[in-house]
């Protein structure tokens, strides 16, 4: 009706503006409806409280996902309409308990958007508890990534990648290729009950030492390993007791402050000769984001108040160590934090597992254009994946490089305290392309007076067994030999004794009359010269007595 008033009244003008309107209006709504749907989720829990030691958090991660979303819509939106969720549920806040709930909201991110989309992903950060989101993602092929952790759970997956710096997989192999190096068979944990919990890397480094080296695993039953749980100074000391018993190669899960402890009570015990090796595991000490405090790993204290006993700590090397970041992007992610979530970081320094959730959306974005030009559909994570190996991606924080098993290379290392100048020195730098442990110093010279390495066990094991199997040995091969002498001189007593007897007897040449043989009485002297004897004559009566 609206069209035929404006031509009856003349305003032809008016209406040619109407049919503009209404032409670019049905454009604007096809090009939207043709542009691939790509539905994004993350799994993540929401504290009641802005807490900056919680890296799970939405307040914490949300930054780096909210602002690499207006990026990825700026940059890609023409191509593709994406959309965001946060799977959480504000009544539950605690980490452990994703084990129970992510399973749940990946499957309902699933049914609810799999049929309206052209592409879903979950992309997220993963600590251990995100792990059971992995079946749902490999059995319905959906593509699962990682800004923080491995999300790692044993099994091909070939739907996942990682872009985390902090990586398990990468301390696991470095402590795999260590152990076999210095054939060290047995490893012992002493785990400290009421900090390990909140040891981001050192509580799911030890979850995995039970996965792998429980002997179950066969690739990895040469190793074993004995977990100690201990709380308290007494404690302690009776935990160290039992494992001088079963292993020389220590690792302390727990905080600086137990592991300090223990140590300390370790040289009280006489452990810190160089026979035994302890090890930490430490998120970083050369990245300052990390923690609030802005001390990372082993601070100056450690130096300051240390024992005898130098641990070694395994940590891996910051990619953004040296590296300038944009300043305009931590502004953006401090605006964010601060507006969004009213949350400050603390010294405003953006933390490293913010950058890797941006850069984990921007890589994503890179493959899934490309490999939309190239197919013309939106591929699914089984097919997506290839993609992201073996390459290097230029992002706004810098190059980032995915290796061959679809997980970002960072170098896992290991430092010790250097008496010369009494501060941490790199030691070992694991390869993880060659899959080797490069030593950068001489750690003969930074373990001491003892040999590195030091032996998996005492020379005549843990309970002397060696060595008194040998002496077992010795004395049964006595025992045989002086029983076979003894035999012997036995033997031939008998004999000479038996001989002496026969030829010493008064009597011995007295023949018994019982052994002679009585002759016939028709004997002849042929007869007689038959039995031995020679007569002339007849003497019938001699010969008769005779024979």
Same mark, same amino acid.
């Given at each position: 009706?609206?069209?035929?008033?404006l031509?009856n009244? !003349?305003?032809?003008f #008016?209406?040619?503006?109407?049919?503009?309107?209404? *032409?670019?209006?049905?454009?604007?709504? #096809?090009?939207l409806?043709?542009?691939p749907?790509i539905?994004?989720? @993350? *799994?993540?829990?929401f504290?009641?409280?802005a807490?900056?030691t919680?890296f799970?958090?939405?307040?914490?991660?949300g930054?780096?996902?909210?602002?690499?979303?207006?990026?990825l819509r700026?940059l890609?939106?023409?191509?593709?309409?994406?959309?965001?969720?946060?799977?959480?549920?504000?009544?539950?806040?605690q980490?452990?308990?994703?084990?129970?709930?992510?399973? /749940?909201?990946?499957?309902?991110?699933?049914?609810?958007?799999s049929?309206?989309?052209?592409?879903?992903?979950?992309?997220?950060?993963?600590?251990r508890?995100?792990?059971?989101?992995?079946?749902?993602t490999?059995?319905?092929?959906?593509?699962?990534?990682? +800004? +923080?952790?491995?999300?790692?759970d !044993?099994?091909?997956?070939?739907q996942?990648?990682?872009?985390?710096?902090?990586?398990?997989?990468?301390?696991?192999?470095?402590?795999?290729?260590?152990?076999?190096? /210095?054939? $060290?068979?047995?490893?012992?944990?002493?785990?400290?009950?009421?900090?390990?919990?909140?040891?981001?890397?050192?509580?799911?480094?030890?979850? *995995?030492?039970?996965?792998?080296?429980?002997? +179950?695993?066969?690739?990895?039953?040469?190793i074993?390993y004995?977990?100690?749980q201990?709380?308290?100074?007494? =404690?302690?000391?009776?935990?160290?007791?039992t494992?001088?018993?079963?292993?020389?190669?220590?690792?302390?899960?727990g905080?600086?402050?137990s592991?300090?402890?223990?140590?300390k009570?370790?040289e009280?015990?006489g452990?810190?000769?160089?026979?035994?090796?302890?090890?930490?595991?430490?998120l970083s000490?050369?990245?300052? &984001?990390?923690?609030?405090s802005?001390?990372?790993?082993?601070? &100056?204290?450690?130096i300051s108040?240390?024992?005898?006993?130098?641990p070694?700590?395994?940590?891996l090397l910051?990619?953004?160590?040296?590296?300038?970041?944009?300043?305009?992007?931590?502004k953006?992610?401090? /605006?964010?934090?601060?507006?969004?979530?009213q949350?400050?970081?603390?010294?405003?320094?953006v933390?490293?597992?913010?950058?890797?959730?941006?850069?984990?959306?921007?890589?994503?974005?890179?493959?899934?254009?490309?490999?939309?030009?190239?197919?013309?559909?939106?591929?699914?994570?089984? =097919?997506?994946?290839?993609?992201?190996?073996?390459?290097?991606?230029?992002?706004?924080? !810098? /190059?980032?490089?995915?290796?061959?098993?679809?997980?970002?290379s960072?170098?896992?290392? !290991?430092?010790?305290?250097?008496?010369?100048?009494?501060?941490?020195?790199s030691?070992l730098?694991f390869?993880p392309?060659?899959k080797?442990?490069?030593?950068?110093?001489?750690?003969?010279q930074?373990?001491?007076?003892?040999?590195?390495?030091?032996?998996?066990?005492?020379?005549?094991?843990?309970?002397?067994?060696?060595?008194?199997?040998?002496k077992?040995?010795?004395?049964?091969?006595?025992c045989?030999?002086?029983?076979?002498i003894?035999l012997?001189?036995?033997?031939?007593?008998?004999?000479?004794?038996?001989?002496f007897?026969? @030829?010493? *007897?008064?009597?011995? $040449?007295?023949?018994?009359?019982?052994?002679?043989?009585?002759?016939p009485? &028709?004997?002849?002297?042929?007869?007689?010269?038959d039995?031995?004897?020679?007569?002339?004559?007849?003497?019938?009566?001699? =010969?008769?007595?005779?024979?």
């Amino acid at each position: 009706m609206l069209f035929f008033y404006l031509y009856n009244c !003349g305003n032809r003008f #008016a209406l040619a503006m109407w049919l503009v309107y209404f *032409t670019d209006f049905f454009s604007f709504g #096809a090009a939207l409806k043709e542009r691939p749907r790509i539905n994004l989720a @993350t *799994t993540i829990i929401f504290v009641p409280e802005a807490n900056t030691t919680n890296f799970d958090s939405q307040q914490m991660q949300g930054p780096g996902i909210d602002v690499a979303m207006e990026d990825l819509r700026r940059l890609y939106g023409h191509i593709f309409h994406f959309s965001h969720t946060y799977l959480v549920n504000k009544a539950r806040p605690q980490v452990p308990l994703l084990v129970d709930d992510v399973e /749940n909201f990946v499957a309902r991110f699933y049914y609810e958007y799999s049929a309206v989309s052209d592409g879903l992903a979950l992309l997220s950060p993963c600590s251990r508890e995100h792990v059971p989101a992995l079946k749902f993602t490999r059995e319905f092929r959906m593509l699962h990534a990682c +800004s +923080s952790g491995s999300g790692d759970d !044993g099994l091909p997956n070939p739907q996942h990648f990682s872009v985390s710096i902090y990586t398990v997989s990468a301390i696991m192999d470095f402590c795999l290729v260590l152990f076999r190096e /210095n054939r $060290w068979s047995a490893i012992a944990g002493m785990v400290h009950r009421d900090s390990i919990v909140i040891e981001r890397l050192g509580r799911v480094v030890r979850l *995995t030492f039970l996965d792998w080296f429980a002997g +179950s695993t066969p690739a990895h039953k040469d190793i074993h390993y004995y977990d100690h749980q201990y709380s308290g100074d007494l =404690e302690a000391e009776k935990t160290l007791r039992t494992i001088t018993h079963v292993a020389r190669v220590v690792f302390l899960f727990g905080s600086e402050e137990s592991s300090q402890a223990a140590l300390k009570t370790a040289e009280k015990l006489g452990m810190a000769g160089g026979d035994y090796v302890f090890f930490m595991v430490t998120l970083s000490r050369q990245d300052e &984001t990390i923690f609030p405090s802005g001390t990372v790993g082993p601070n &100056t204290n450690w130096i300051s108040n240390r024992t005898r006993i130098r641990p070694i700590i395994i940590s891996l090397l910051s990619p953004y160590q040296g590296r300038p970041i944009n300043n305009l992007l931590q502004k953006r992610l401090l /605006n964010a934090a601060q507006n969004t979530y009213q949350q400050a970081y603390p010294k405003n320094q953006v933390p490293t597992f913010v950058y890797t959730a941006y850069e984990m959306y921007h890589i994503f974005s890179q493959v899934l254009n490309a490999t939309y030009e190239k197919f013309g559909r939106v591929l699914d994570g089984f =097919e997506m994946v290839p993609y992201f190996r073996n390459r290097t991606f230029s992002v706004p924080t !810098g /190059n980032v490089t995915i290796d061959s098993n679809g997980i970002r290379s960072v170098l896992a290392i !290991g430092e010790i305290i250097d008496p010369e100048i009494n501060q941490y020195t790199s030691c070992l730098i694991f390869d993880p392309e060659v899959k080797k442990i490069v030593t950068v110093s001489s750690m003969q010279q930074l373990w001491g007076n003892s040999v590195w390495p030091p032996l998996n066990e005492p020379i005549c094991g843990f309970f002397s067994n060696h060595c008194l199997d040998g002496k077992n040995e010795l004395v049964l091969e006595g025992c045989l030999g002086g029983a076979a002498i003894i035999l012997l001189i036995s033997t031939c007593f008998l004999a000479v004794s038996r001989r002496f007897t026969y @030829t010493h *007897t008064p009597s011995w $040449w007295v023949i018994e009359h019982s052994l002679l043989a009585r002759a016939p009485a &028709t004997a002849s002297v042929g007869n007689i010269r038959d039995c031995g004897f020679a007569f002339s004559g007849s003497h019938s009566a001699f =010969e008769e007595t005779l024979c």
